[in-house]
């Protein structure tokens, strides 16, 4: 079966530094992969998808970058971390191409001092 | 992305019946998902319902009515472990990314 893991579960960061959260999925080949931020009562929004190694699609304007180094595993960068980068961070993939359920890591909560 | 909108807070007794409504507008309909998300964790996946009617599946059940552009989630018998907060969301019609509703927060009260 498929299982998908994300680390930290928790991160306290000084504003800025840096950043990095690790997702990897085991199980599948090939899977889609999505970066989603969730602020405290709000709901989740779009920072990245990837189709495939490399391939790296940016939904919102922000200081955060993606990268897909290997198939199965997505990452979530920051070179200086902003007061507002503050949140729930969320890995999620999904199989093949249209609707498909997505599958949510544990995620990392992200706290910026 | 899609326009989705449900209710923010809901609260129910321990045993009762609680029906969270999802309205949507979208240029192309893909289906529509229910995930079930408890505080500070992960959202899980509950249903998805392409085709209209209801989808029973144990306590919780799924109906859609596509000409309405509206959903809803029925969850019956209540237990306290209910307490969550249940997101709507609809695949964008082209790349079928999943745009989010805010969430419906349900308090089950004993």
């Known amino acids: 079966s498929q299982t998908i893991h994300q680390w930290p579960a928790t991160l306290v960061q000084p504003v800025g530094s840096p950043l990095s959260l690790e997702c990897t999925v085991e199980g599948t080949s090939n899977p889609n992969l999505y970066w989603y931020r969730q602020a405290a009562g709000r709901g989740l929004q779009l920072l990245f998808y990837s189709v495939g190694i490399g391939q790296i699609s940016s939904e919102v304007p922000q200081n955060l970058s993606a990268s897909r180094p290997q198939d199965r595993q997505f990452i979530l960068s920051s070179k200086k971390l902003l007061l507002s980068d503050s949140g729930f961070y969320l890995c999620?993939?999904?199989?093949?191409?249209?609707?498909?359920?997505?599958?949510f890591g544990d995620g990392t909560r992200l706290s910026i001092l | 992305g899609q326009n989705i909108d449900q209710p923010t807070e809901m609260t129910a007794t321990e045993g009762a019946i609680v029906q969270i409504n999802c309205t949507y507008q979208t240029s192309g309909f893909n289906g529509l998902f229910w995930y079930q998300q408890h505080a500070g964790e992960a959202p899980t996946f509950l249903s998805y319902?392409?085709?209209?009617g209801l989808e029973e599946k144990g306590r919780f059940s799924s109906f859609l009515s596509r000409s309405k552009g509206y959903s809803y989630l029925l969850l019956k018998e209540l237990q306290m472990k209910d307490s969550a907060s249940y997101l709507c969301a609809v695949p964008n019609s082209n790349d079928y990314k999943l745009s989010f509703g805010a969430g419906t927060t349900v308090t089950v009260r004993a």
């Open positions: 319902n392409v085709l209209d």
């Open positions: 999620a993939w999904n199989m093949g191409t249209g609707a498909q359920p997505q599958h």
